[in-house]
C-alpha cells in the first residue's frame, strides 16, 4: 500500500465524524462552531469524503444544507460507526480508571497453596469485578509471551533483568523431620551430622543439590543431598517428613502448624538457609491496568508469613 493510501485512511475516521457534524447542526458554520474549527476546514473534509466515495452526499444551498438519498443512508451508517467508537472508548475509559477485568497471576506452587490461598478471597471480595487465574508453577514464566500480569518469585539472588520489581519481604528455609525420625539418628548439632540423611526435596532439579545455610554467630556451611524424593507439591513433602520418611528443608510458613501439632521437629534449630527473597514482578509501573495496580497494591499490604510460634509476622515492605 502506497504512504498516499495509508495517509488518507488515517483521515477516512475524522472525515465522517464533520460530515455527521454537519448533517446534525444543519449547516457547515453551525458544525464548525461545535467543532470549533474554521469552516473552511469543515468544509474540505467532507469535500474529501465524497471525493473520495465518488458520490454527493449533501445538497448545498445559499440557505441549507440537506442529505441527499444516498447520503441519508451513509449518514445512518456514520452514526453506527461513530456510535461504537464513543462506546469503546467509554470502556477504555472505565478500565482505565476502576479496577475491571481478568487479572493473570504466576506464583510458585507453595506460595499458591498457603499465602494466595488466604489473600484472594479477600481481595476478590473488595474487587467484585475483577477476575484472577493463578498459574500455580515453579517455573519461572516470560510475563510477555504467557501474558502474565504479574509473577511471584522467590531468589536467594536477584538476577539483572528488565522486569520491574516490588519487593514483598524474605523469609527462610528450616530442617525438619518427624519425631520418630529424629530418635533413630545421633544427636544432630551441626549440619555435617544430617550429610547422608534421605533427604526430601521441593526443587524439581534432580541434580545432587546443595544449600548454603546460616547458622550460631553467623557461621556458614554448604550441605550437599542426594534426595529420595522431590517435588514442587510441598503438602507432599510434609507428609512424607511426618510419615518418616526422611528430613526436608521447608519455608517456616509450611511447617509451622505440623510442628505445632507435634507431627514435626525442627532440626539443627540454630541453623537456617540462605535468606529468601521474594519479589513481586511486572513488566512496566506505567500503563498498568488499574486491576493490575490494585492486586500489588493489596498483595504488598496483606502478604504475610507465619513464624514458627503461628504469630503472623508481616514481611517488610
Known sequence: MSSRRKGQRLHDLNDLLFFAAVVEHS?????????????????????????????????????????????????????AILSELE?????????????????????????????????????????????????????????????????IRARTRLNDETLTMRRLGSSTLVFVASPNFVARQPALVHPSDITGLPFLSFQEDTARQSWTLTGPDDAAAVVAFDPILWTSEFSILVEAACAGTGISLLPTEVVARPITEGR??????????????????????????????????????????????????QLLA
Open 27 to 79: 449547516g457547515f458554520s453551525a458544525a464548525a462552531r461545535a467543532l470549533n474549527l474554521p469552516k473552511s476546514s469543515v468544509s474540505r473534509h467532507v469535500g474529501r469524503l465524497e471525493d473520495r466515495l465518488g458520490v454527493r452526499l449533501l445538497e448545498r444551498s445559499t440557505r441549507n444544507v440537506r442529505l441527499t438519498e444516498i447520503g441519508s443512508s451513509y449518514y445512518a451508517r456514520c452514526k
Open 87 to 151: 462506546t469503546a472508548e467509554q470502556d477504555l475509559a472505565l478500565l482505565r480508571s476502576d479496577p475491571i477485568g481478568t487479572i493473570r497471576i504466576s506464583c510458585p506452587i507453595g506460595l499458591a497453596q498457603n499465602a494466595l490461598a488466604r489473600i484472594v478471597p479477600g481481595f476478590l471480595a473488595d474487587y467484585p469485578l475483577v477476575r484472577v487465574q493463578i498459574i500455580a508453577t515453579n517455573r519461572a514464566v516470560d510475563l510477555i509471551e504467557e501474558k502474565v500480569d504479574v509473577a
Open 264 to 313: 514435626l521437629l525442627r532440626v539443627l534449630p540454630g541453623w537456617c538457609s540462605e535468606e529468601v527473597t521474594l519479589h513481586l514482578v511486572f513488566t512496566t509501573r506505567r500503563g498498568l491496568a488499574p486491576a493490575v495496580r490494585v492486586f500489588i497494591d493489596y498483595l504488598g499490604d496483606h502478604f504475610v508469613f507465619r513464624d514458627l510460634d503461628q504469630r503472623p509476622a
